[in-house]
């Protein structure tokens, strides 16, 4: 799996997450949330590793919600 190019991605789901969440202030992402989303795509999605294996919008955000960090930040 590639992350090379994720990295937009990922960005937009933190921010889709916190104007759902409808926090307060700017865009703050602790490693620590950063690391869960990663670390959960990449135990779900493992098996589903192949040349054209491409990252969608859902999966990231499935990821950024398992990562607790809206929640967090409530």
Excluded at 9 to 36: C, T, V, Y
């Amino acid at each position: 799996m590639r992350l090379t190019r994720e990295g937009n991605a990922l960005w937009e789901a933190f921010d889709d997450a916190h104007k759902r969440a409808q926090l307060l202030g700017e865009l703050e992402i602790p490693m620590k949330f950063f690391a869960r989303a990663v670390q959960h795509i990449m135990r779900e999605y493992a098996q589903h590793d192949c040349g054209n294996f491409a990252f969608s919008k859902a999966i990231w955000d499935g990821g950024v919600d398992e990562s607790g960090y809206a929640r967090a930040r409530k």
